[in-house]
């Protein structure tokens, strides 16, 4: 979430500490925003190690050959 939002009440765009006020807000709150952001970390975190475990998993066994 980086750069400027609009906000519809004010008409204007904002950034830095406002947008991430306003974000919040429309989030339904500090804690259901804390708690979709950890689901979201959670979920993308168990995909790339699910990832990476079917990388290594796959990975074929090097063999030098004569």
């Not at 004010?10 to 306003?22: F, L, P």
Request: proline content about 2%; aromatic content about 10%; overall charge positive.
């Amino acid at each position: 979430m980086r750069g400027k939002f609009f906000n519809p009440g004010t008409g204007k765009q904002v950034s830095g500490a406002a947008a991430q006020q306003m974000i919040i807000k429309h989030n339904g709150g500090w804690e259901e925003h804390h708690q979709k952001f950890a689901e979201r970390v959670a979920e993308e975190t168990t995909i790339q190690y699910l990832k990476e475990l079917e990388t290594d998993f796959r990975r074929t066994s090097i063999r030098i050959v004569k």
